[in-house]
């Protein structure tokens, strides 16, 4: 039976595509964007997080009961040694505030489709379904496949969110079960891509232009980034690449929001972003009159 590892499931989510929709996480990323607000979907591994908020001083219940002595008091509070932790979960067992917890968990097809088909009353009232997302979903593309599959057997609407960052050979298998692509593209200068993702924009354009030349049904999402993305001549040269595939008129803005940046400290993780503030609403708007002036159907958020 084919498992994948999944961080989250979120119900009734109406951001992911048309209607009420259930949200599959995929953990694993390829990129490493500047701005994720998913962090604890980058890396494929289950991860032990630590929220502050919910510790209580002086309790130290998860570090006596660790048997890798992986965790230690500093300042008060919970320091978790990763090299150390080998995520056996005792102190996710013991914390009494629950502010440790284990992301990220190995389940099977079956038990996401069981998560599945308690929301499809939800689909056939509003014209919603499912969206995979992550994460990467395309980073785990059997497991990808398979879910897929199993929801077009019961003809549920199928969204994948995705950076495009893959062989196309993977996007190929599972494109004919995907009822919706919601394809993100950054900005256009491959050597900013670069600097701000980790990896090159090729593949991705690419990849974007073979779907759209296949007729695959796309929605592009468009993460308007301060002072890295949201530049007069890179929002043009993105309406100009997609109005040369003719086929995709419609265009999500994703403004820029600080709402994951507590994830990164829960993970010992770097947030690159930190003195970044969010656009104006007229800076928003602006970029949506500029689009919808090109003809494109521009809609704020998901």
């Known amino acids: 039976m084919e498992k994948g590892?999944?961080?989250?499931?979120?119900?009734?989510?109406?951001?992911?595509?048309?209607?009420?929709?259930?949200?599959?996480?995929?953990?694993?990323?390829?990129?490493?964007?500047?701005?994720?607000?998913?962090?604890e979907g980058l890396v494929i591994q289950p991860e032990l997080i630590f929220k502050e908020n919910r510790c209580i001083k002086g309790c130290t219940e998860c570090i006596i009961s660790c048997p890798k002595e992986a965790l230690s008091r500093v300042d008060q509070y919970i320091s978790i040694n990763r090299k150390e932790c080998d995520l056996c979960g005792e102190c996710v067992k013991v914390c009494p505030a629950g502010a440790l917890e284990i992301i990220g968990r190995e389940m099977s097809v079956q038990e996401i489709v069981k998560e599945i088909e308690k929301d499809m009353i939800f689909y056939d009232e509003s014209g919603g379904g499912v969206t995979f997302s992550g994460g990467e979903p395309l980073m785990q593309p059997e497991f990808l496949d398979a879910l897929l599959e199993e929801c077009k057997e019961r003809d549920i609407h199928t969204a994948i969110d995705t950076c495009g960052y893959a062989p196309f050979e993977v996007i190929e298998k599972i494109r004919d079960k995907v009822d919706l692509f919601l394809y993100d593209i950054k900005m256009m200068d491959d050597e900013k891509h670069i600097e701000y993702t980790g990896?090159?924009?090729?593949?991705?354009?690419?990849?974007?232009?073979?779907?759209?030349?296949?007729?695959?049904?796309?929605?592009?999402?468009?993460?308007?980034?301060?002072?890295?993305?949201?530049?007069?001549?890179?929002?043009?040269?993105?309406?100009?690449?997609?109005?040369?595939?003719?086929?995709?008129?419609?265009?999500?803005?994703?403004?820029?929001?600080?709402?994951?940046?507590?994830?990164?400290?829960?993970?010992?993780?770097?947030?690159?972003?930190?003195?970044?503030?969010?656009?104006?609403?007229?800076?928003?708007?602006?970029?949506?009159?500029?689009?919808?002036?090109?003809?494109?159907?521009?809609?704020?958020?998901?």
């Open 5 to 39: 590892i999944i961080f989250d499931i979120k119900r009734y989510a109406i951001h992911d595509g048309p209607g009420i929709r259930t949200t599959i996480f995929f953990k694993g990323c390829f990129l490493r964007c500047w701005w994720c607000h998913n962090p």
């Open 199 to 302: 990896v090159s924009n090729e593949p991705i354009l690419d990849n974007l232009k073979k779907l759209a030349e296949q007729g695959s049904v796309i929605m592009v999402r468009l993460p308007i980034m301060p002072g890295i993305n949201d530049d007069d001549d890179n929002i043009n040269k993105i309406a100009e690449f997609i109005l040369s595939l003719r086929c995709i008129k419609d265009i999500s803005l994703l403004p820029y929001h600080r709402a994951g940046s507590e994830k990164y400290q829960r993970l010992n993780k770097a947030y690159r972003m930190d003195k970044t503030q969010p656009s104006s609403d007229e800076k928003i708007v602006e970029i949506k009159k500029n689009l919808e002036h090109l003809g494109f159907k521009v809609k704020v958020g998901g």
